[in-house]
């Protein structure tokens, strides 16, 4: 008799915490038709510099997804997520491989996350790297596809996605970096932001400038830019403004 009480209160257990774990979800169909103001990685940064007592104001300016530069969604499809238009949300042969090297290391950093789901952690989650953080990322990116298109997700992420210190989405990234709007940036410019996005508040040159020549082979072996432009590029000193009298290394 104790032992079937137990077992019934387990789980009634378990189904309440199913039931609490679904309510509160995000309500993910408010995306459709309105941009969202704000992100839970944007409000950790807002509370990481009130700690510091640092009073900066974040740079965020939102652009609709036909005035973002195609080499720029190029270059983030290729280096983040190259199946994105392809799968529903979870890319669960990349997830599956990543679990693995996780469960090796004990360290849940490698991840294997999608753009979507990149989007529902940025927009809804803290980033703590563990399984059940993880498990609602997946849920969180299956109510994404399921709501909105692939067009309004990618839109969504290249507005929010952290570009820098207080730096959010493409439009003011191209601007704090390269002084123009996310629209005219050129295949060498949107690799340079892309670079960036694995560790956007890192100061270390070398190590943005490796990622951006590796974008550019990228955009290279796809065809999107030639051989000649590549090998150009490369050489080309990191975060380069060219003047307005100066030619264009790489043409749009």
Known sequence: MKRVLVKSLLISAIVASLVYFYL????VSLLKNRNPQTSALMELRDQENRE??????????????GQISDHLKKAVLLSEDASFFSHNGVDFAELKEA???????LSFRRGGSTITMQLARNLYLNPAKNPLRKMKEIIIAWQLEQTLSKTRIFEIYLNIVEWGR????????????FG???ASLDPLEAATLVALLPSPRTT??????????LVLARLAKVGHISEEEYHRAREVPLFYKAKKDTPRLLQD
């Open 99 to 105: 679990l693995k090297r996780d469960l090796k290391t």
């Open 24 to 27: 509160a979800l995000p309500n």
């Open 204 to 213: 270390r040159e070398k190590s943005i400038l490796q990622r951006r020549n």
């Open 52 to 65: 510091k007592k640092l009073r900066v104001s974040r740079q965020r300016i939102w652009v609709p997804y």
């Open 180 to 182: 123009k709007s996310a």
């Open 166 to 177: 207080n730096i959010y989405g493409a439009e003011a990234g191209s601007r704090h970096y």
